[in-house]
């Protein structure tokens, strides 16, 4: 059974491994790191027992919340991870007065664009060559 927990720092060099093994533009285990330490950020983890397979990170700005990453390892996925990932992302957002949520995420990304849009988001606007292989969608959701 998959468990939702908070990550600690005994937790940077798995988040840094998928990090670097599914992001196109990774961040090293200094920046996951830092990310732990800012009292703003929160980087929820899915675990299968000790086993991290995937996590999910936002950041809250007076009533805004910025989605960073949801990863789920691939040799889990499509077993409803990143969506159980992001509505705890969601949870969060809500309990901590956020009045949106938003993220980016790439244009060709189909399997993102679908899990993020399930859970209500809408594309906002496009950032052209966001990423090294292209253009972003923003999308947002009220809460």
């Known amino acids: 059974m998959i468990q939702i927990r908070k990550a600690g720092e005994g937790d940077v060099a798995r988040i840094a491994?998928?990090?670097?093994?599914?992001?196109?533009?990774?961040?090293?285990?200094?920046?996951?790191?830092?990310?732990?330490?800012d009292e703003l950020s929160t980087i929820y983890l899915l675990c299968d027992h000790e086993t991290i397979l995937g996590?999910?990170?936002?950041?809250?700005?007076?009533?805004t919340a910025e989605v960073y990453n949801i990863v789920v390892d691939e040799t889990v996925?499509?077993?409803?991870?990143?969506?159980?990932?992001?509505?705890?992302?969601?949870?969060?957002?809500?309990?901590n007065g956020a009045r949106e949520i938003f993220l980016?995420?790439?244009?060709?990304?189909?399997?993102?664009?679908?899990?993020?849009?399930?859970?209500?988001?809408r594309i906002s606007h496009?950032?052209?060559?966001y990423y090294?292989?292209?253009n972003a969608y923003i999308m947002r959701k009220e809460l």
């Not at 996925?77 to 309990?95: D, F, T, V």
């Open 55 to 63: 996590y999910g990170g936002l950041k809250m700005v007076l009533d």
């Open 17 to 37: 491994e998928l990090e670097q093994k599914y992001i196109e533009c990774p961040w090293s285990e200094a920046v996951v790191r830092q990310t732990l330490a």
């Open 126 to 129: 496009m950032r052209k060559n």
């Open 132 to 134: 090294k292989s292209g």
């Open 77 to 95: 996925r499509r077993r409803g991870y990143g969506s159980m990932a992001l509505e705890k992302l969601l949870e969060h957002a809500i309990e």
């Open 104 to 121: 980016e995420v790439g244009e060709h990304n189909e399997a993102a664009l679908n899990l993020y849009t399930s859970h209500g988001f």
